[in-house]
């Protein structure tokens, strides 16, 4: 029997249980892994709930996108990986399907990247999802390029850490913004070329100024809402506004013609446009191995728990006092 995260209805927290659970042996196409650390992502949170892009099919059903440890089972099919191999399980299924919240899982191969010997336990397990995230949409799929300047919202995220660090790595200025004062410093630190405090400024008339009247070539936002009328207007003629994330829980709407019909390109964007697509995987596992090894990127952890204080490690999620990852420890 392995303890596993299970939740028997939608809710809140609260509705996490840890639970023994048979986890029989992996089948074709498939690893049987022992999970070590756990990064934990606001996706989870919101398929609990019930406010995921996709709905929870049956119960009890299982959570956790992303996590690290070691293989100890191979399926029928699988090459490349051996039993004892440190890896690294990256967001590219359906939670319907598996789940890494637990101290044993079963997980598609084709999730699993090898992990280098530079990475800890804990840092493989957060280190993945948030430059997969900021590498595929801005270079990927974007074409951010040296020069060009990058506004990035919810800036302390794990994701948008990861997308200054990525920015610098092309040669990009990261822009960020925050709602307080209070992760100012941190985000300098971090490497912003600037932080706009929303709550204090106009984050038009920044954008500008940095800009030289030029606005910025990309906004990566993870808000969503009304506010992306406002990011809009910041954007280049030209320019892209990528929205991965919906932070704000309202309705967002097309500001293309509010704005009077600006030379604007708007898209959405998920880490599953990376992870699903093995060429665009395999360069996006080169470019964060690239920036791992040369110390251009870190993951960046803000608190770990362990597996048993998974409700607590979901209510400090939700708090969203955090700067980087919180993840999960397992103890064995």
């Given amino acids: 029997m392995v303890r596993t995260v299970r939740f028997h209805e939608l809710g809140g927290p609260d509705v996490l249980r840890v639970e023994d659970v048979e986890l029989g042996a992996p089948g074709p196409s498939e690893l049987a892994i022992r999970v070590d650390a756990i990064g934990i992502n606001r996706a989870e949170a ?50 319907n399907d598996y789940g890494v919240y637990a101290e044993r899982a079963i997980v598609p191969a084709s999730a699993v990247l090898h992990r280098t010997e530079s990475l800890d336990p804990v840092a493989g397990a957060a280190v993945w999802m948030p430059y997969l995230t900021a590498y595929g949409a801005l270079v990927e799929v974007g074409g951010m390029r040296a020069g060009d300047t990058v506004v990035l919202t919810a800036a302390s995220s794990s994701v948008g ?98 704005l009077g019909m600006p030379a604007l390109n708007m898209r959405t964007y998920t880490a599953l446009e990376t992870t699903t697509d093995p060429e665009r995987l395999r360069r996006a596992e080169a470019f964060v191995t690239s ?42």
Avoid: C, W
Wanted: no cysteine; glycine share 12%; charged share 25%.
């Fill in 161 to 258: 850490l990861a997308a200054i660090r990525v920015a610098h790595r092309v040669g990009a200025v990261p822009i960020a913004t925050t709602r307080t004062q209070a992760k100012v410093e941190q985000l300098r630190k971090a490497g912003a070329a600037e932080v706009i405090v929303t709550e204090e400024e106009d984050i038009v008339e920044r954008v500008r100024a940095f800009t030289g009247g030029r606005g910025a070539e990309f906004v990566f936002d993870a808000v969503a809402g009304p506010g992306v009328v406002d990011l809009a207007r910041v954007v280049a003629p030209g320019g892209t506004l990528l929205i991965y994330g919906a932070l704000s829980g309202e309705v967002t709407p097309y500001p293309g013609f509010d």
């Fill in 291 to 332: 920036g791992v090894r040369s110390g251009a990127f870190e993951a960046s952890v803000d608190r770990t728990f362990d597996l048993e204080r998974i409700v607590d490690a979901h209510r400090y999620l939700e708090a969203g006092a955090q700067v980087g990852k919180i993840v999960v420890t397992v103890d064995h």
């Fill in 46 to 95: 919101l398929f609990r709930s019930g406010n995921y892009i996709q709905d929870v099919k049956e119960f009890p059903a299982r959570l956790g996108l992303e996590a690290s440890g070691v293989v100890e089972a191979v399926g029928a099919g699988v090459t490349g990986f051996e039993v004892g191999r440190p890896i690294s399980v990256v967001p590219a299924f359906s939670m």
